[in-house]
């Protein structure tokens, strides 16, 4: 069985989410803490680091979902709805990410 046609591709765009939505409001808060305390953590640093981990979930789940439909075009039965439902949810949960990081971009890191 390719792995792209395995029932966990159901869960795994939304497992990624909802670790990276967990990793970022902890980096944040964490960040915060440590600027306030002046423990040498800029802003600037923080926002760098948040926007690259968001960078790199959205390109992990758009090469997820990427996968999923090329691997769903070659497939039968279940394993084809397998691979469109994962990639429709890996999908939805890189729309997810971008959503939720957009106030990162404008918007003060520790306000």
Partial sequence: MKP???????VL???VWAVWF???YAGVSLGCIAEQRGS???PGLLRGLLL???ALVLVGLAFGAVRC???GRQAQGAGRF????GACLHLAAALSVAF???PLGWLPVCA
């Fill in 4 to 10: 792209a046609l395995h029932p966990l591709q159901l």
């Fill in 13 to 15: 765009g939304l497992a």
């Fill in 22 to 24: 967990v990793g970022v």
């Fill in 40 to 42: 040498g953590v800029s």
């Fill in 52 to 54: 690259a981990s968001t």
């Fill in 69 to 71: 439909l090329r691997a």
């Fill in 82 to 85: 397998v691979a469109a439902a």
């Fill in 100 to 102: 939720v990081a957009l």
